[in-house]
């Protein structure tokens, strides 16, 4: 079973008139979501796959959800740890046009130190033109890159990480855990709407090749 996840935006951003934003208003209370709460979503999901339904879940991550991806996949839950006991577990990841952070970093102070941010700073939004996205200042604890069996596709056409970065992410990692499995497309940054049958392919594609 393949589990996809992006990232969860804000469906109140708190910029007032969306046609005329004011970009310095403080966040709501509470603040905007982080990764941790992404976590939290996708882990309650993925333990009632993993536990109660016994499925062997490839986890999908795109964009920010790919730290999430890497947080939720940790050691309990991967199905190498399990498979003894005769107990399903997470297989792998693919992270999809994807942010994949290094342990004790997260998406701001490794892709966003430099960013413009409002008055409010990392609690604000991450820039005025992403009017529903928060710096994530969450850091990545656990180290699935290594241990499992992943994959990278790189979004040719995506505006918001070029694919020149993409595969800069992918080099900087591979000299640490060796090589990705790798996979091109055309498509943007929502090929999930866009190029849905070419995705479905990719994934059946490293579905099979971890199989054997």
Same mark, same amino acid.
């Given at each position: 079973?393949?589990?996809?996840?992006?990232?969860?935006?804000?469906?109140?951003?708190?910029? @007032? /008139?969306?046609?005329?934003?004011?970009?310095?208003?403080?966040?709501?209370? !509470? !603040?905007?979501?982080?990764? /941790?709460? /992404? %976590? #939290?979503?996708?882990?309650?999901?993925?333990?009632?796959?993993?536990?109660?339904?016994?499925?062997?879940?490839?986890?999908?991550?795109?964009? =920010?959800? !790919?730290?999430?991806?890497? %947080?939720?996949?940790?050691?309990?839950?991967?199905?190498?740890?399990?498979?003894?006991?005769?107990?399903? @577990?997470? #297989?792998?990841? $693919?992270?999809? @046009? =994807?942010?994949?952070?290094?342990?004790?970093?997260? +998406?701001?102070?490794?892709?966003?130190?430099?960013?413009?941010?409002? %008055?409010? !700073? #990392?609690?604000?939004?991450?820039? %005025?033109?992403?009017?529903?996205?928060?710096?994530?200042?969450?850091?990545?604890?656990?180290?699935?890159?290594?241990?499992?069996?992943?994959?990278? $596709?790189?979004?040719?056409?995506?505006?918001?990480?070029?694919?020149?970065?993409?595969?800069?992410?992918?080099?900087?990692?591979?000299?640490?855990?060796?090589?990705?499995?790798?996979?091109?497309?055309?498509?943007?940054?929502? $090929?999930?709407?866009?190029?849905?049958?070419?995705?479905?392919? +990719? #994934?059946? /594609?490293?579905?099979?090749?971890?199989? @054997?």
């Amino acid at each position: 079973m393949a589990l996809y996840y992006s990232h969860e935006t804000s469906s109140n951003p708190n910029v @007032g /008139d969306m046609k005329n934003p004011s970009f310095n208003r403080k966040p709501l209370e !509470g !603040g905007y979501p982080q990764g /941790d709460c /992404d %976590k #939290v979503t996708v882990l309650d999901l993925l333990k009632s796959l993993i536990e109660e339904h016994r499925e062997n879940v490839n986890i999908i991550g795109h964009s =920010a959800g !790919g730290w999430v991806a890497s %947080k939720v996949a940790m050691l309990g839950l991967q199905m190498k740890t399990r498979k003894a006991r005769d107990l399903s @577990g997470v #297989v792998s990841i $693919l992270y999809m @046009g =994807a942010f994949v952070i290094p342990v004790g970093k997260s +998406i701001h102070s490794l892709f966003q130190p430099k960013a413009e941010h409002t %008055k409010q !700073g #990392v609690m604000g939004l991450e820039t %005025k033109t992403t009017t529903t996205s928060p710096v994530i200042t969450s850091v990545l604890t656990n180290d699935a890159l290594s241990v499992l069996p992943c994959a990278y $596709l790189v979004l040719g056409n995506n505006l918001t990480t070029p694919k020149e970065y993409q595969e800069g992410i992918v080099a900087l990692h591979s000299q640490k855990t060796g090589p990705l499995t790798m996979y091109r497309c055309p498509a943007g940054h929502s $090929l999930h709407l866009s190029w849905t049958e070419g995705l479905a392919d +990719i #994934v059946r /594609d490293f579905a099979r090749k971890i199989e @054997g």
